[in-house]
């Protein structure tokens, strides 16, 4: 599933492309709750003659802000793929929308899973209300060290997490998936089930910096593409050849030759070196 810098990616590059374009008209609309919960003429309706002002990034979801206020907001979840098409190019197998533009280009959205969407939210909407409960953005310039301490003694407070787990609740910091979530705390020499209570300061920044530091490589590899993400114009990240622990079950940990090891967090498969990770006072929950 695209993480934050497979969203970052395509949205740094549909920018340039799309401000200050006009929407002629959807073209083709061929599952109608990607753009749920409009039915299809209403979403073609709304969209028409808008002139796209911006396209930005909010944890992990794509906004393409319309003129007036008015703005699109679309999640790639599990196969989503949102590209640019300079020229008119038929719909492929898995298309789901086609957005004409006043250039004569295309916006298509592919979804082979079908769980992708393209939300209208009017300009007296308020966008936060189409979205979800979010945590900070991790990459912001005024989220500090000392901003993440602080979410993580809120929240050892209230339920006391394990940090895989705490890492990728979107109400607790945004972005953050499966494969950076275990980067992270690859790099940061943190196991995945440590609970919140029993990380040192020292831990506490060594994942805020980790986070930041595989977050900012990937989207510098335009993102992690195992099958289905692809950037803005059809092409592939290629961050996958930089992972450290992420699906490397048995190959050896590229620090201390330790065979990478498979647990299950949280119900998600989590990956970690059993060495350079260990599992220390883990506080038992009574
Ligand atoms: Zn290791």
């Given at each position: 599933m695209?993480?934050?810098?497979?969203?970052?990616?395509?949205?740094n590059?549909?920018?340039?492309?799309?401000?200050?374009?006009s929407i002629v008209q959807v073209s083709h609309l061929d599952w109608p709750p990607t753009v749920h919960p409009l039915e299809?003429?209403?979403?073609?309706?709304?969209?028409?003659?808008?002139?796209i002002a911006d396209v930005s990034r909010r944890a992990k979801y794509i906004i393409i802000h319309l003129q007036?206020?008015?703005a699109i907001v679309g999640h790639l979840r599990m196969t989503g793929q949102l590209t640019y098409h300079a020229q008119s190019t038929a719909p492929g197998r898995f298309s789901r929308v086609i957005i004409e533009l006043d250039n004569g280009a295309q916006l298509h959205f592919d979804d082979q899973r079908k769980f992708g969407r393209l939300?209208?939210?009017?300009?007296?909407?308020?966008?936060?209300?189409?979205?979800p409960a979010l945590g900070p953005e991790p990459l912001a310039e005024d989220f500090s060290r000392a901003d993440f301490a602080a979410l993580i003694a809120r929240k050892s407070l209230r339920g006391n997490p394990r940090i895989k787990q705490a890492l990728l609740d979107q109400s607790f910091l945004s972005g953050l998936g499966n494969?950076?979530?275990d980067e992270a705390l690859h790099l940061a020499r943190v196991h995945p089930m440590?609970?919140?209570?029993?990380?040192?300061?020292?831990?506490?920044?060594?994942?805020?910096?980790?986070?930041?530091?595989?977050?900012?490589?990937?989207?510098?590899?335009?993102g992690t593409t195992f099958?289905?993400?692809?950037?803005?114009?059809?092409?592939?990240?290629?961050?996958?050849?930089?992972?450290?622990?992420?699906?490397?079950?048995?190959?050896p940990c590229a620090d201390c030759g330790t065979p990478i090891e498979r647990i299950v967090v949280g119900g998600r498969g989590t990956h970690y070196c059993p060495q350079c990770q260990p599992l220390v006072e883990v506080q038992v929950e009574s």
């Open positions: 695209p993480e934050l810098p497979e969203v970052e990616t395509v949205v590059g549909l920018r340039p492309h799309l401000s200050g374009r299809p003429e209403a979403f073609r309706q709304a969209v028409q003659d808008a002139q007036g206020g008015a939300r209208y939210v009017a300009a007296d909407q308020p966008l936060a209300g189409a979205l494969i950076y979530a440590r609970q919140l209570r029993t990380l040192s300061d020292d831990e506490i920044g060594r994942v805020y910096d980790a986070f930041q530091q595989v977050l900012r490589q990937s989207i510098a590899n335009n099958s289905d993400y692809r950037d803005a114009f059809g092409g592939h990240g290629s961050n996958q050849n930089s992972l450290r622990v992420y699906q490397r079950t048995g190959q």
